[in-house]
């Protein structure tokens, strides 16, 4: 889809802020987003995924038994740099919304970029979960977000 | 005192009799006076929303997080597939195939239905369009929207989708759909004022057996609904989540 996408295929070894690790293929291929939809998921305090709707399941290549319970950093593209994440956490710890350009990887090594907003979900004054929403972002977005991670890695 | 009923005013004018309808039988189900009031204006019910005027109030999504979360209302149900979604609409002489092809400055009709003008401008974000660089103009009703698509004075108009397609076949054949929300998960949802929370449970039941019945059927058909099915408080925090991260 993006007109700088190559179609290569590389093996990489993403590591994860709980000091775990996988190694994963990675193809340079955009997959464009859904017009009109929401990509919408809930996890727990820790990450791990709760809930995901239909278009999530679709985006991401995963089937839906097995995103949940998975930790939302399964999309994590090794293109994103960690401080991006970093960030997001802090900010939601901190009961506040996030907002950020995120470049998701898709279970067959492919991606797609979303403009995504995380709130914590707020019970009796403790905060349960997470909910993350995702939306299209534009062209010239995600181009400022493509040269900004590019120094952060 | 009778109680108060009100309904969000984004409905189909087709549909005003049939609110009448629900609230004659409301009070028979309920055993007590109603008064129901309706309104053009979203801004004007909500500032009497807010003054603690209702206790019942069918809401859009967007109010119904402030009736939850500021005003201590409980939603009971949804209406049964009938989720809220978004229309965004050209002339269909036009140029214009999809919302990347808007232009800043581009001149947008909308009514002041918050939910989906809120939407709606979420899905002009992936063309960089924004309330700084378009001009919205806002009207009393989706007809008279799309009465300024067709005569060319609008690029583009926003619609509550269920009202976009009560709009005559002749109206709809001379505009374009650019884009439509699938969001599915954002609908409206009917409540109860804190007056009102002992018999929440009540109240409930019978909206939800509306439908088993001939005459609760009957009073459906009027309003356009197929049916109510219970919405839980964790139902309701979450599509209230949900539109909290749309909220920018």
């Known amino acids: 889809m993006s007109e700088h996408d190559t179609n290569d295929v590389r093996d990489v070894v993403i590591k994860y802020n709980d000091g775990t690790s996988r190694t994963t293929t990675v193809v340079d291929r955009e997959v464009p987003y859904p017009e009109g939809k929401l990509i919408v998921s809930r996890t727990d305090t820790k990450g791990n995924i709760t809930h995901a709707n239909q278009a999530f399941v679709e985006m991401s290549g995963y089937m839906h038994e097995e995103l949940i319970g998975q930790n939302h950093y ?80 | 005192m009778p109680l108060n009923l009100t309904v969000s005013p984004d409905f189909a004018p087709s549909h005003i009799s049939g609110w009448f309808i629900f609230n ?28 603690g005027k209702y206790d019942l109030v069918y809401a859009n999504p967007f109010d119904a997080s402030m009736l939850v979360r500021d005003l201590g209302f409980k939603a009971l149900v949804r209406p049964l597939a009938k989720a809220d979604e978004t229309i965004i609409a050209t002339n269909a002489d036009s ?71 009560e709009l005559s076949d002749l109206i709809r054949s ?12 954002v609908h409206h949802t009917f409540l109860v004022g804190p007056k009102l929370q002992e018999r929440a449970e009540e109240i409930q039941k019978f909206l939800i057996a509306m439908s088993n019945d001939a005459k609760g059927k009957s009073v459906l058909d009027s309003m356009g609904l197929q049916g109510f099915e219970e919405m839980t408080e964790e139902e309701t925090e979450f599509m209230i989540d949900l539109i909290d991260t749309l909220i920018d």
């Open chain 2, 24 to 51: 004659t039988w409301m009070q028979r189900q309920l055993g007590e006076g109603i008064h129901l009031e309706l309104y053009d204006s979203f801004d004007a019910q909500r500032e009497d929303i807010k003054a």
């Open chain 1, 74 to 153: 399964i999309l994590r593209h090794p293109d994103m740099p960690a401080v991006a994440f970093s960030g997001l956490w802090e900010t939601i710890q901190s009961g506040k919304k996030w907002h950020g350009y995120v470049k998701n990887l898709r279970k067959d090594g492919a991606y797609y970029w979303v403009k995504a907003t995380v709130i914590p979900n707020i019970r009796k004054g403790v905060v349960v979960g997470y909910t993350s929403v995702r939306r299209k972002p534009s062209r010239s977005k995600i181009s400022e977000s493509e040269a900004l991670y590019k120094t952060l890695l």
């Open chain 2, 174 to 185: 001379q505009m374009r759909v650019l884009i439509t929300s699938e969001i599915s998960v």
């Open chain 2, 95 to 165: 140029s214009i195939r999809s919302v990347e092809d808007l232009d800043p400055g581009c001149q947008l009709y909308t009514t002041d239905d918050p939910d989906v003008n809120r939407i709606a401008m979420i899905m002009l974000e992936a063309a960089d369009l924004d309330e700084s660089n378009t001009q919205s103009h806002t009207v009393d009703s989706y007809v008279i929207v799309a009465r300024n698509i067709l005569k060319g004075s609008a690029d583009a108009g926003f619609f509550l989708k269920d009202a976009y397609d």
